[in-house]
C-alpha cells in the first residue's frame, strides 16, 4: 500500500470508529456495531476495506483485532489529529527551530492546552509559580518587573534554576540579583532566544516564534500532563547545551 493509499483509508470516519472500536481489544460483529453505533452496510464495507489493507484482521473465531501493522498505524493518529486540531496556528508559526527528533514526537503536546487570553495567562503564572517544589528551568528574553521575588522565593525553598536568556538580559540579572540569586540561579546566554518555554516539575509552556522570528507571547501551550513536560524538558535541554555560561 503506499502512502496516499494510507492517509485514503485512515480519511473516512466510520473506519476511524472501527479502529478505534478494535484499539481496546478483539470483537465480534455484533459487538463493533453496537459500539460503533454503524449500520450493517457500512460496518461491512469498512471491515472489508480495512482488512484488504491489512489493518485488521479475522481469526478463525470471527473475532476482528487489529494487525500489527494496524497497531503501529494507531501510534501514529494522535499527531495527525494534533496537527490538523492546531494546522491554523503551525501555518503561521515556525518549528524549524526545533530538532528532528522533537518534531517527530510534536503529538506529545497535545497533552497541553492552547492560551491566548492575557488575563487567563496572568493568572496561569501567579497560581502556578509558587506550587513549584523542584526545579523550575526557563528560555526567555524578557522577564517581569517582580522576577527577583518570584525568583528568590523558589531559591529559598530550594527549588533549582536555570535560564537561558540574551546577553542584555542577563546584565540586567546581574545588576538586579540578590545575594541568593547571585549564589544559586544558573544563568546561560544566546545572542537571539528563538522561543520562549518554562520546565517545572509541576507544569511546562511554550511559546513558538511566528514567521517573522518573533516569540508569540500571545498563544502558548500550557500543560500539566507529564507527557507535555517531558516534550517541553529535553527541548529546554537541547537549547541549554548551546547555551554559553554566564556567571552572575
Known amino acids: 500500500m503506499s502512502t496516499w493509499g494510507l492517509f485514503k483509508t485512515l480519511s473516512s470516519k466510520s473506519r476511524l470508529v472501527v479502529i478505534d472500536v478494535l484499539e481496546t481489544g478483539p470483537h465480534r460483529y455484533s459487538e463493533i456495531m453496537r459500539i460503533s453505533g454503524l449500520n450493517t452496510t457500512d460496518l461491512s464495507r469498512q471491515l472489508t476495506r480495512l482488512i484488504k489493507d ?3 484482521e479475522k ?3 470471527d473475532l476482528y483485532q487489529l494487525t500489527q501493522f ?4 494507531m501510534t501514529a493518529i494522535p499527531m495527525g489529529s494534533f496537527l490538523i486540531e492546531y494546522q491554523g496556528y503551525f501555518n503561521t508559526h515556525d518549528l524549524s527551530i526545533i530538532p528532528s527528533n522533537l518534531i517527530e514526537d510534536i503529538s506529545s503536546l497535545r497533552k497541553g492546552n492552547m492560551v491566548s487570553s492575557v488575563y ?10 509558587p506550587t513549584i517544589q523542584e526545579r523550575f528551568w526557563m528560555l526567555t528574553d524578557d522577564l517581569s518587573s ?3 521575588s518570584s525568583i528568590q522565593s523558589l531559591l529559598e525553598h530550594d527549588v533549582e534554576i536555570q535560564a537561558i536568556v540574551t546577553p542584555d538580559l542577563a546584565e540586567k540579572i546581574k545588576q538586579e540579583a540578590t545575594p541568593i540569586i547571585k549564589e544559586k540561579m544558573h544563568v546561560r546566554t544566546m545572542d537571539s532566544v528563538p522561543l520562549v518555554l518554562g520546565y517545572s516539575d509541576k507544569h511546562s509552556l511554550i511559546c513558538f516564534p511566528n514567521l517573522d522570528g518573533d516569540p508569540d507571547r500571545n498563544h502558548y501551550l500550557f500543560g ?4 507535555f513536560r517531558h516534550w517541553v524538558f529535553h527541548c529546554f535541554r537541547y537549547f541549554w547545551e548551546q547555551a554559553t555560561p554566564f556567571h552572575l
Open 54 to 56: 491489512s489493518i485488521i
Open 120 to 129: 487567563e495567562s496572568i493568572n496561569l503564572q501567579r497560581n502556578v509559580i
Open 70 to 73: 494496524g497497531r503501529l498505524v
Open 224 to 227: 500539566y500532563d507529564a507527557v
Open 146 to 148: 517582580s522576577w527577583t
Open 59 to 61: 481469526d478463525s473465531s
